[in-house]
């Protein structure tokens, strides 16, 4: 075996597969929040996301422009929001996709903005609140699939859906580790991106958030292909909020 290698061979070959595998890696560009293009190389189907941050962070806010971002490129999304009303999600969907504040309201002009988010931005709703059993969730994420042809599939929050529960386990961390489990099967078996948004675990104040800071067992970061935490930094006179992706 020569101990000095040039750049052909099999060397050459496992080369070009290794820049290959990482072009087809990347997926459709953010254009809103282009820094996770560098991090996560964009956006991909059959893969999972999950979202933590601490209560009142933005964590919705951020989800929904984080939808808006893609769907204006032309991914169809459907949405699961089972803690907040969905007229407050589709109203900061509205006020993002305007891009000008629309206080004073002048309801022409709301109107008009709301019509155009209707017909030009492929987003859809899943008709649910509140606590509901993972069985109805991915009956309607299948509907979703089958009749809008979704690729994305956010679900704001898991713990909403823990609250229900489908009578199968006794303790809450089996039953989430099931959950994760079969929506991460969801994404992988009909070629969907399934985003989750998760509460911590409480920690100290001012403490940064970590993957220990998860809620749960350990399936949630095991299955997840990326995830991303809301941080609040805390230590300067201005607090400091940012998007930390983790993998």
């Given at each position: 075996?020569?101990?000095?290698?040039?750049?052909?061979?099999?060397?050459?070959?496992?080369?070009?597969?290794?820049?290959?595998?990482?072009?087809?890696?990347?997926?459709?560009p953010?254009?809103?929040?282009?820094?996770?293009?560098?991090i996560?190389?964009?956006?991909?189907?059959?893969?999972?996301?999950?979202?933590?941050?601490?209560?009142?962070?933005?964590?919705?806010t951020?989800?929904?422009?984080?939808?808006?971002?893609?769907?204006?490129q032309?991914?169809?999304?459907?949405?699961?929001s089972f803690?907040?009303?969905?007229?407050?999600?589709?109203?900061?969907?509205v006020?993002?996709?305007?891009?000008?504040?629309?206080?004073?309201?002048?309801?022409?002009?709301?109107?008009?903005?709301?019509?155009?988010?209707?017909?030009?931005?492929?987003?859809?709703?899943?008709?649910?609140?509140?606590?509901?059993?993972?069985?109805?969730?991915?009956?309607?994420?299948?509907?979703?699939v089958?009749d809008?042809?979704?690729?994305?599939?956010?679900i704001?929050?898991?713990?909403?859906?823990?609250?229900?529960?489908?009578?199968?386990f006794?303790?809450?961390?089996?039953?989430?580790?099931h959950?994760?489990?079969?929506?991460?099967?969801?994404?992988?078996?009909?070629?969907?991106?399934?985003?989750?948004?998760?509460?911590?675990?409480?920690?100290e104040?001012?403490r940064?958030?970590?993957?220990n800071?998860?809620?749960?067992?350990?399936?949630?970061?095991?299955?997840?292909?990326?995830?991303?935490?809301?941080?609040?930094?805390s230590s300067?006179?201005?607090?400091?909020k940012?998007?930390?992706?983790?993998?």
């Amino acid at each position: 075996m020569s101990r000095v290698l040039r750049l052909d061979g099999d060397l050459l070959r496992a080369t070009v597969n290794e820049l290959s595998r990482v072009t087809e890696l990347r997926g459709i560009p953010f254009s809103r929040f282009t820094e996770l293009n560098r991090i996560i190389k964009g956006f991909r189907t059959q893969e999972m996301t999950v979202l933590s941050g601490n209560t009142g962070v933005g964590k919705t806010t951020f989800m929904c422009e984080y939808s808006l971002d893609l769907a204006e490129q032309g991914v169809p999304t459907l949405w699961g929001s089972f803690e907040m009303p969905l007229r407050k999600v589709c109203k900061t969907l509205v006020q993002q996709f305007a891009g000008e504040p629309l206080d004073p309201p002048i309801p022409s002009r709301i109107s008009e903005w709301a019509r155009m988010f209707s017909e030009n931005i492929p987003i859809y709703f899943m008709n649910l609140h509140g606590a509901q059993s993972l069985t109805e969730v991915l009956k309607t994420m299948e509907v979703g699939v089958k009749d809008s042809g979704v690729e994305h599939i956010v679900i704001d929050n898991l713990q909403f859906l823990l609250g229900a529960g489908d009578g199968a386990f006794v303790e809450r961390f089996q039953r989430q580790d099931h959950y994760i489990q079969e929506l991460r099967a969801f994404a992988t078996e009909k070629g969907t991106h399934v985003t989750i948004v998760a509460h911590p675990r409480k920690e100290e104040t001012g403490r940064l958030l970590s993957i220990n800071s998860l809620y749960g067992g350990g399936k949630i970061s095991q299955e997840a292909d990326n995830i991303m935490f809301l941080q609040v930094d805390s230590s300067t006179s201005i607090p400091k909020k940012y998007l930390q992706p983790y993998q």
